[in-house]
């Protein structure tokens, strides 16, 4: 048995996918149980309820799930529902598609008895004011290995120099960006999700690649399971995670499958030094593996050897399963 999950803010819903495998529960609902744990979670501004807004000050949010069999659901740019992920999942087992969007995807949710709320929080509107109140406006990027451990850091520029936005107003656990969740259960199945508000500020209307199936998630129970996280731009263009697996599928180890999956990305003309990508993958024999573009990209790791922990890749650091 095997869970990973990207970024800090993966700790406990890590710990709640591998608690329901090993109580011989599927991947596929283990890795929705935990994605909805971040969802419901406030402080984790960006994803579900509490994520950052868009340049509207509208929460917007994008999920996707896949299991062994290749099934598949989506949903992007959806108001009003904190828990895309069931909803994506939802998708994928009553209706003849793979992904609904915005109004869309709203109706069906309602249809399928789910209820809205307010996802704007305290926190998240009074982050969306300080944004709006600075003219070269606010800027969140993923942190660097020799920085802190926030997981996001807000930046501006004043006066010619860059600054850093205190925080310590705000009520938020120092995370950013999609969780991502990969399980392998009891019985060899392999699974994943993704879920997400995207971009903090984004344009009205942006998707990135979180719903995206082969782009942020694409599972081959035969092969392999893949998610990615970062900037969702790099990650579509490159369709990370479907290049990861069917690398393996033709037989590549998993080490060369991530290097080849980095390269394609930092050969991406749009890369800056401000941008990060972080990937997970589980081969179907349960070896694993993790890397990014540079330091500063945590994922959490819990096994049938190894407790629910906290890693970290430190840019061209691979840590493939012996």
Same mark, same amino acid.
């Given at each position: 048995?095997?869970?990973?999950?990207?970024?800090?803010?993966?700790?406990?819903?890590?710990?709640?996918?591998?608690?329901?495998?090993?109580?011989?529960?599927?991947?596929?609902?283990?890795?929705?149980?935990?994605?909805?744990?971040?969802?419901?979670?406030?402080?984790?501004?960006?994803?579900?309820?509490?994520?950052?807004?868009?340049?509207?000050?509208?929460?917007?949010?994008?999920?996707?799930?896949?299991?062994?069999?290749?099934?598949?659901?989506?949903?992007?740019?959806?108001?009003?529902?904190?828990?895309?992920?069931?909803?994506?999942?939802?998708?994928?087992?009553?209706?003849?598609?793979?992904?609904?969007?915005?109004?869309?995807?709203?109706?069906?949710?309602?249809?399928?008895?789910?209820?809205?709320?307010?996802?704007?929080?305290?926190?998240?509107?009074?982050?969306?004011?300080?944004?709006?109140?600075?003219?070269?406006?606010?800027?969140?990027?993923?942190?660097?290995?020799?920085?802190?451990?926030?997981?996001?850091?807000?930046?501006?520029?004043?006066?010619?120099?860059?600054?850093?936005?205190?925080?310590?107003?705000?009520?938020?656990?120092?995370?950013?960006?999609? =969780? +991502? /969740? &990969?399980?392998?259960?009891?019985? !060899?199945?392999?699974?994943? $999700?993704?879920?997400?508000? *995207?971009?903090? %500020?984004?344009?009205?209307?942006?998707?990135?690649?979180?719903?995206?199936?082969?782009?942020?998630?694409?599972?081959?129970?035969?092969?392999?399971?893949?998610?990615?996280?970062?900037?969702?731009?790099?990650?579509?263009?490159?369709?990370?995670?479907?290049?990861?697996?069917?690398?393996?599928?033709?037989?590549?180890?998993?080490?060369?499958?991530?290097?080849?999956?980095?390269?394609?990305?930092?050969?991406?003309?749009?890369?800056?030094?401000?941008?990060? =990508? +972080? /990937? &997970?993958?589980?081969?179907?024999? !349960?070896?694993?593996?993790? $890397?990014?573009?540079?330091? *500063?990209?945590? %994922?959490?790791?819990?096994?049938?050897?190894?407790?629910?922990?906290?890693?970290?890749?430190?840019?061209?650091?691979?840590?493939?399963?012996?």
């Amino acid at each position: 048995m095997l869970a990973l999950s990207t970024w800090k803010h993966g700790f406990k819903p890590n710990q709640v996918v591998f608690d329901s495998i090993s109580s011989g529960g599927s991947a596929l609902d283990a890795v929705e149980a935990g994605a909805r744990v971040c969802e419901a979670d406030e402080t984790c501004m960006s994803v579900g309820k509490g994520g950052i807004p868009d340049e509207l000050g509208l929460v917007t949010l994008d999920a996707s799930i896949m299991d062994h069999n290749g099934n598949c659901g989506a949903v992007s740019f959806v108001q009003g529902y904190s828990h895309p992920i069931s909803i994506a999942r939802r998708v994928m087992e009553v209706s003849p598609h793979v992904m609904l969007t915005g109004a869309g995807a709203e109706r069906f949710a309602h249809e399928q008895g789910f209820m809205t709320e307010e996802l704007l929080t305290d926190a998240s509107r009074a982050l969306y004011e300080k944004w709006k109140a600075r003219p070269s406006g606010l800027k969140v990027r993923l942190r660097h290995s020799e920085e802190s451990e926030n997981e996001y850091v807000f930046e501006y520029e004043e006066d010619g120099i860059k600054k850093e936005l205190d925080r310590t107003a705000l009520s938020t656990n120092g995370s950013h960006d999609t =969780i +991502g /969740l &990969l399980a392998r259960d009891k019985n !060899g199945l392999l699974a994943g $999700a993704c879920t997400t508000s *995207g971009l903090a %500020f984004k344009q009205h209307g942006r998707v990135g690649d979180s719903p995206i199936i082969g782009a942020g998630l694409y599972v081959d129970g035969n092969t392999a399971a893949a998610v990615a996280t970062g900037n969702g731009e790099l990650v579509m263009r490159a369709c990370s995670s479907y290049h990861i697996v069917e690398q393996i599928r033709n037989g590549v180890e998993i080490t060369q499958t991530l290097q080849n999956a980095l390269d394609r990305i930092n050969n991406d003309k749009h890369l800056t030094d401000d941008m990060q =990508i +972080g /990937l &997970l993958v589980i081969r179907a024999d !349960g070896k694993w593996g993790a $890397a990014s573009i540079r330091g *500063g990209f945590q %994922f959490v790791v819990a096994s049938d050897t190894m407790s629910n922990t906290l890693h970290q890749c430190n840019g061209f650091d691979f840590h493939p399963a012996q």
